[in-house]
């Protein structure tokens, strides 16, 4: 059996609620997008947010550290 998983997505209010260190100075909106095409949905975006971790890219690659609760990852992996 194939499992559905829907595709992430995070929200310029996720983004706007950390002000300018979530949308870096510019629109929420874009920074959102940025958020979502590295795979990243509202509830882990505000993880990285909240641990300081602006940067979508550098979350995915792992180059910010790790999150409290991640059981040693730097995110949780799909399926799994």
Do not use: N
């Not at 095409?37 to 180059?63: E, I, N, S």
């Not at 999150?67 to 040693?72: I, P, Y």
């Amino acid at each position: 059996m194939e499992v559905y998983y829907p595709p992430a997505r995070t929200g310029a209010e996720t983004i706007r609620w950390y002000g300018e260190l979530g949308d870096r100075g510019g629109d929420a909106g874009v920074a959102a997008q940025a958020w979502m095409k590295a795979g990243f949905d509202d509830a882990m975006t505000a993880r990285w947010l909240a641990a300081r971790c602006f940067d979508p890219q550098a979350a995915r690659a792992g180059r910010c550290g790790r999150l409290a609760g991640a059981g040693g990852r730097t995110y949780p992996r799909r399926g799994r």
